[in-house]
């Protein structure tokens, strides 16, 4: 129900937009999320955005860089990605959690998409 697109191979400093299109469900009363899994390391979360006002949370690593937004008429989140790093290349996921708020907890979420890698050559 949430199909995540738009990663790719990109030089450093290039720009991607992932998008997560969701389905099924009033997911535009959900917070979204967008975490990311390198091999090796644990998930972790990206930015986030709640339902209501579209608050929006970032991590520290990605604050300036990263944008997460929301279209609810087409139940679809964006996180338009700049300057990219090698250290972004990760496999991202888009994530759905019903009470709106917009958590940087994965455990928060209860829906989850494919994920779409990113990857990112120095």
């Known amino acids: 129900q949430l199909q995540a697109s738009g990663g790719g191979l990109v030089q450093a400093g290039g720009s991607l937009r992932l998008s997560c299109a969701a389905s099924g469900r009033m997911f535009n009363r959900y917070g979204m999320g967008w975490f990311r899994q390198a091999p090796g390391r644990e998930r972790e979360f990206v930015a986030a955005i709640a339902w209501r006002l579209g608050r929006t949370y970032y991590e520290d690593s990605v604050e300036g860089r990263f944008t997460i937004s929301r279209d609810n008429a087409k139940n679809t989140v964006y996180l338009q990605m700049n300057n990219l790093k090698p250290e972004d290349t990760a496999v991202y996921l888009c994530?759905?959690?019903?009470?709106?708020?917009?958590?940087?907890?994965?455990?928060?979420?209860?829906?989850w998409g494919q994920g779409t890698l990113v990857t990112v050559s120095s």
């Open positions: 994530a759905a959690e019903y009470t709106g708020t917009g958590s940087k907890e994965f455990r928060e979420y209860q829906y």
